[in-house]
């Protein structure tokens, strides 16, 4: 399906989007600073345009997809529903605003703020997470329209999700891009697994739960930050643009507005969540680097094992382009943040030169490990194989956009053999059950 109403009704928004944006002062700085809760149109490649290679035929593609914007977690619905009307409250009665920071128009829209949201909602996926996987089909369907039949078949395509609703609900948009929401619904899924181990690998990994995820001294960088210089100037910034003199915020309240300003922020596309205005660019920023330095030393690069666990997960990708059959052509996995930035890590990929700390905050303001850039909601990589000639090389892509392996960082093009070079530890030492054999 090329452009369904859907589609159409996106490209509508689009355009009114960007017009409003250009003919108000309401421009979104902090629009993509959002860490893992921004949502994909804000990071995607739009392009609908076929990707093609002189002499060379797509053959097959295997995708890694985090699942759409969702709602948020049981606890922090809760959190949102109980705490913010209370700040709201505090904010209107203290009398410090509308002032130069907070504008009348932000101070209305703040006013007027209710947020109805029920626990039952809790890690669900939103309308907006709908579209973002229903036109991501759309756009893959354009680029590669060899590969990605618009009539389904259960030997063409290997569609797997996790556990949950939001990954479920994902995968069934997807194939409603690709063929249409009657047709979608014949889809056929594999019961999924409580614990994949290449979906989410890491749900296996005793020692990496033990060593890195509870363990609160593999998070002592994001500790240290959180209890320095920047965030205490970030809560003291706060309370001065709300003219806060008593009952000031604290910490917990100001991740609480960071947070409702992005979830707001991704699941409406046309209305401005009055708590961003609330928080400066700068503010967002730091906020943005707590969370980045929490994924660094959680999900990404800060420990060995939290990367070379993700092997299964790049074997499998290497072994489905690699072999000879031609069928399934594509094999899409719809699955979370947590497999995405292991991924990412063990690929090679947005890898800085120096580890993000506690302390290089303001050196780091360039840095690639941006989560609201390389993991925002419905976050994907693409790996797709092409026959050249005798040869097989392998193009990646991430947000829709083309990136360079550093198995080969002079073409987009590279060739198999390169790769399994390259990644040669990974593909013939992945011994996933003893790297994850507690010690
Ligand atoms: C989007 O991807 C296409 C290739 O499909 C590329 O030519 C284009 O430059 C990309 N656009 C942006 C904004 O990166
Ligand atoms: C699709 O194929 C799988 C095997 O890959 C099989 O188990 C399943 O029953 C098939 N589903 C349908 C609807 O044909």
Redesign the pocket.
């Known amino acids: 399906m090329l452009c369904t109403r859907e589609c159409f009704v996106f490209f509508a928004t689009l355009v009114f989007a960007r017009l409003s944006s250009q003919c108000s002062n309401y421009g979104y700085p902090f629009e993509n600073h959002l860490s893992t809760l921004t949502p994909y149109r804000l990071v995607g490649n739009k392009s609908f345009e076929r990707i093609h290679y002189e002499g060379c035929v797509p053959q097959k593609i295997w995708l890694l997809i985090r699942h759409g914007t969702r709602y948020p977690k049981y606890s922090a619905i809760e959190q949102m529903n109980s705490r913010l009307p209370d700040i709201k409250d505090l904010i209107i009665d203290s009398g410090g605003v509308p002032n130069e920071f907070v504008k009348n128009r932000d101070f209305d829209l703040l006013k007027k703020w209710k947020l109805n949201l029920e626990t039952d909602k809790n890690n669900k996926l939103t309308q907006e997470g709908d579209e973002e996987m229903l036109i991501l089909a759309e756009r893959m369907q354009s680029r590669f329209p060899l590969l990605f039949d618009d009539v389904y078949s ?2 063409s395509y ?1 569609f797997k999700h996790t556990h949950s609703q939001r990954t479920k609900r994902s995968a069934y948009y997807f194939a409603a891009g690709l063929f249409g929401k009657n047709t979608a619904k ?1 889809v ?1 899924f ?1 019961d999924p697994l409580k614990k994949d181990p290449i979906l989410r690998f890491y749900k296996l990994c005793d020692r990496w739960n033990i060593e890195v995820k509870k363990n609160p001294s593999a998070q002592e960088e994001g500790r240290i930050f959180e209890n320095g210089p920047e965030i205490s100037e970030v809560v003291e910034e706060v309370n001065r643009r709300l003219n806060l003199k008593e009952n000031r915020l604290n910490l917990g309240d100001v991740k609480l507005i960071y947070d409702m300003c992005s979830f707001e922020t991704a699941w409406n596309k046309l209305s401005k969540s009055p708590w961003c205005s609330i928080l400066s660019h700068e503010t967002i920023r730091v906020l943005e680097y707590a969370k980045d330095l929490r994924y660094y030393w959680q999900d990404g690069y800060g420990h060995e094992l939290t990367y070379k666990q993700a092997c299964p997960a790049f074997k499998d990708m290497f072994n489905f382009l690699q072999n000879k059959n031609r069928f399934p052509r594509v094999n899409a996995y719809f699955t979370h943040s947590g497999t995405m930035l292991k991924l990412l890590a063990h690929l090679g990929l947005y890898k800085d030169d120096e580890h993000l700390t506690a302390k290089n905050y303001d050196s780091m303001g360039n840095r690639l490990w941006r989560t609201s850039l390389i993991d925002a909601f419905g976050s994907n990589v693409a790996f797709i194989s092409f026959g050249c000639g005798s040869e097989n090389k392998v193009l990646a892509m991430h947000q829709e956009n083309i990136v360079r392996l550093p198995a080969c960082p002079d073409s987009d093009l590279c060739d198999i053999n390169s790769i399994r070079d390259y990644y040669y530890q990974s593909l013939s030492s992945c011994d996933f059950s003893s790297m994850c054999r507690i010690k």
Do not use: S
């Open positions: 259960n030997t290997k014949d056929w594999p």
